[in-house]
């Protein structure tokens, strides 16, 4: 049986992250998809619910408006967290009290507080609360840590990468946030 995943922050914008990042992976045809299967999303009101649901192929009745609905529903066995970081514990949190495995987008928290708050609470649970990476599996990381294991390079001891993604400094309004050293 797969696990059923509930995403916290998927909306109907087929460009948003949550969309992009988690809705393509749990439909590809990666061996990995077929052990997910999206069954419920939270938005912030209603009406977003709804029509999230609807761009997402679900029905009005897993169509959630609060991180606590989401949390008890018994067709949800993990939660997804794709919010902005100063909401991640405020969502996160019901989740983990009805025992459910979360993933929050990286980082877990606002703060080593709030991190280590919800992973003792998780630990408490019994449940999982973890953080995703997905920079890991750029390809120009990929290639980076293959390069590095072929040892053509000698042994590597210290490493410094910087990089600038010229998309930061032109995002639509929407996607400012990244940008805001409080998110």
């Not at 087929?14 to 992009?20: E, F, N, R």
């Not at 009406?47 to 991180?67: I, M, R, T, V």
């Not at 890991?136 to 980076?144: E, L, N, S, T």
Request: charged share 20%.
């Amino acid at each position: 049986m797969p696990t059923r995943v509930g995403i916290i922050g998927l909306s109907a914008d087929q460009t948003a992250w949550a969309t992009l990042a988690h809705v393509s992976a749990l439909k590809s045809p990666s061996p990995l998809s077929k052990d997910f299967q999206l069954t419920a999303l939270a938005t912030s009101s209603p009406e977003s619910a709804k029509a999230a649901a609807k761009a997402h192929g679900l029905p009005e009745s897993k169509a959630y408006s609060n991180a606590e609905d989401i949390a008890k529903d018994p067709d949800v066995d993990l939660v997804v967290v794709s919010v902005k970081v100063p909401m991640h514990k405020q969502l996160t949190l019901p989740a983990l009290h009805a025992k459910k495995d979360v993933f929050v987008e990286w980082p877990l928290g606002n703060g080593l507080a709030e991190a280590e708050e919800m992973a003792k609470l998780a630990k408490k649970q019994g449940v999982r609360n973890f953080v995703g990476l997905q920079a890991r599996m750029q390809p120009a990381m990929v290639k980076a840590r293959e390069i590095v294991a072929s040892g053509v390079l000698g042994r590597i001891t210290s490493t410094t990468i910087l990089g600038i993604d010229s998309q930061l400094l032109n995002l639509p309004e929407k996607a400012r946030y990244v940008n805001d050293p409080n998110s």
